[in-house]
């Protein structure tokens, strides 16, 4: 063997332990959610009056978060929202309420009550139209407050 193919072989077989000994590294401790507790609540009676004020970041939008769980939060949302996409949380919506489109990806959908929309990490999406459109989201991981990516 050759000396630069023996160093190549010690590098590479280095490299290769190195991964293992970080692949069985503890991953770093984070927050545990409270426990889930059982609970009724009636989504076709919530209002907007129910839910917060909009935030300066999304004006159209009310959002309440209604349960939140190792590994995933549900939120109720009333009102649009501009197209943007989240780097690290998976989303799923269904519609409760109201009707109108949404971007979904790079086409127009219709909603109606009923609509479940399947929206993976990094998949361009926003409400459109009808502000009054009540829906519930799943966001699994739960989403960080910065992983909002406006799109033009």
């Known amino acids: 063997m050759t000396h630069t193919a023996l160093r190549t072989a010690a ?10 000994a970080v692949a069985r590294l503890p991953l770093p401790a984070r927050a545990a959610s409270a426990p889930l507790q059982p609970a009724v609540i009636d989504l076709a009676a919530l209002t907007p009056d129910d839910l917060p004020t909009p935030t300066p ?3 159209k939008l009310r959002s309440k978060l209604l349960v939140s769980a190792d590994g995933a939060t549900g ?10 996409y989240h780097a690290d949380a998976n989303e799923i919506q269904i519609v409760i309420s109201g009707s109108g489109t949404e971007w979904l990806g790079d ?22 139209t009808d502000p009054n459109l009540k829906i519930v989201a799943f966001k699994t991981p739960p ?6 990516h406006p799109i033009p």
């Open 11 to 20: 590098v590479a077989s280095l490299a290769f332990v190195a991964g293992l």
């Open 143 to 148: 989403q960080a407050a910065t992983d909002v």
């Open 107 to 128: 086409k127009q959908v219709t909603l109606k009550p009923g609509t479940m929309l399947i929206i993976p990490a990094g998949t361009p999406h926003a409400g459109t």
């Open 57 to 59: 970041a999304s004006p």
């Open 75 to 84: 939120q109720i949302q009333i009102g649009t929202v501009f197209k943007h």
